[in-house]
């Protein structure tokens, strides 16, 4: 790529080529008029040529000026739209990246509502268990599982995160299952997990040592789910976000126990210095307001932050 000269100097040149005047271009850039004409004397320097023709205290284009002025214009009107279109997107979008066993459920069954409401903020939301950059890519807001002490971020607490086992009515039936114990001896997803241990220790029962065999691990409760319904096992999954499939008889939660994580809670998270921007504060009053209709679902103590 040919080396350019300096951006402040063909800037200069641009508006005083365009108003024809020193005084105005001095005006339009903050500068000085001295300023202006020591930025386009040094252009001038640097190509060789005059571009302007100086007479009588006014100037005028050369004709190497009027060659090169209506191409360094439209290069900074390209430029001015990009960024003016870039700032729209910008305020216009609202990017979401949610951990996957929430964002797949709760949230995606919820998140038309939050676009009826603001019909002119389109919603753009990914799903995904690893941390997000937020200086290294355009997401807006996430929502992550963790300790909620990210440095640089603002955190909202939303509840605690909480499991317990979900399976089919019909695998419920055909192994008998009446109480916790009886969990110990069926087909469990990710048996070795410590959320088993934790919700066992929950219910008041001594859970065996660790098998060496591993059972069927899967990456996100939404697999699981999948499993569970297919009747292959008893998963330990979050309630709260598969009310639908309880409601409609597709899953049971046959124990009221739940393990409630001291170490892991959901946060609502964004960069401090995006407080206040206006679509960023729209989408964490209509989410706090979502999951208030939620609250009676779940034991009081969930919705406390942690200490």
């Given amino acids: 790529m040919p080396k350019l000269p300096p951006l402040a100097a063909v800037r200069t040149f641009e508006a005083a080529g365009r108003l024809q005047n020193f005084s105005r271009a001095a005006e339009e850039l903050g500068m000085t008029q001295a300023a202006v004409s020591y930025q386009v004397r040094q252009l001038e320097d640097r190509l060789g040529r005059a571009l302007f023709v100086r007479e009588k205290g006014r100037v005028r284009l050369s004709e190497t000026g009027h060659r090169l002025l209506p191409p360094v214009s439209a290069a900074f009107q390209a430029m001015g739209d990009a960024f003016a279109a870039l700032t729209s997107d910008e305020a216009d979008v609202l990017t979401v990246d949610a951990v996957t066993s929430f964002g797949g459920t709760w949230l995606s069954a919820r998140i038309g509502g939050f676009q009826l409401l603001y019909p002119e903020l389109a919603v753009r939301m990914s799903m995904s268990n ?157 989410l706090r307001a979502e999951l208030a209709k939620d609250r009676h679902l779940l034991p009081e103590a969930l919705w406390q932050p942690p200490q």
């Fill in 130 to 286: 690893e941390l997000i950059d937020f200086d290294a890519s355009n997401v807006d807001v996430a929502i992550r599982m963790g300790p909620g002490n990210w440095p640089g971020l603002r955190c909202d607490f939303l509840m605690r995160q909480h499991v317990a086992p979900l399976a089919s009515p019909a695998f419920i039936e055909k192994h008998r299952i009446r109480e916790p114990a009886d969990l110990l001896r069926v087909e469990r997803l990710a048996p070795n997990d410590c959320w088993w241990a934790d919700w066992f220790a929950a219910a008041g029962i001594a859970m065996p040592p660790a098998s060496s065999r591993r059972g069927i691990e899967l990456d996100s409760q939404l697999q699981e789910a999948s499993a569970v319904q297919a009747g292959f096992g008893v998963a330990m999954m979050t309630p709260l976000f598969w009310q639908a499939e309880i409601a409609g008889g597709r899953m049971v939660q046959p124990f009221d126990t739940l393990h409630v994580s001291t170490r892991s809670s959901m946060w609502l998270v964004h960069r401090e210095n995006r407080v206040g921007v206006r679509k960023i504060e729209r989408f964490r009053e209509w």
